[in-house]
């Protein structure tokens, strides 16, 4: 089992910058790969970005390359996600998550096996 909590969402203004951090607790971090997904209202939960379990590879979705940075650190059991250049269409609830080492890149929801309950970000224009 492992458990996720994120943080360090809040508001933010176009053009402006949030870092994300995931907190793992539970089974071993450095055996899972990481991800981040976001929900916007009335939408359904997309992939964002995701990183190895060593932090060798990342891969992101089209929308955010070039803005966002996934990294992490398994000394500190966390995972970040640097998010630079906010646009409004950023606005979304972000989740981080777990996945078992395996396929690469991981990019869909059920690759996933663990969630945390997600972190708000607003971007305002």
């Known amino acids: 089992q492992v458990q996720l909590v994120e943080s360090g969402g809040g508001l933010a203004q176009a053009g402006g910058s949030l870092r994300l951090s995931c907190a793992a607790s539970?089974?071993?971090?450095?055996?899972?790969?990481m991800g981040w997904f976001r929900q916007a209202p009335g939408k359904e939960r997309e992939f964002v970005a995701a990183i190895t379990w060593s932090g060798d590879s990342t891969y992101y979705a089209d929308s955010v390359k070039g803005r966002f940075t996934i990294s992490r650190d398994n000394a500190k059991n966390t995972v970040y996600l640097q998010m630079n250049s906010l646009k409004p269409e950023d606005t979304a609830l972000f989740y981080c998550a777990a996945s078992y080492s395996g396929r690469w890149p991981k990019y869909r929801e059920y690759e996933y096996k663990y969630w945390g309950q997600g972190t708000q970000v607003t971007v305002s224009s």
């Open positions: 539970g089974r071993t971090f450095s055996m899972f790969a």
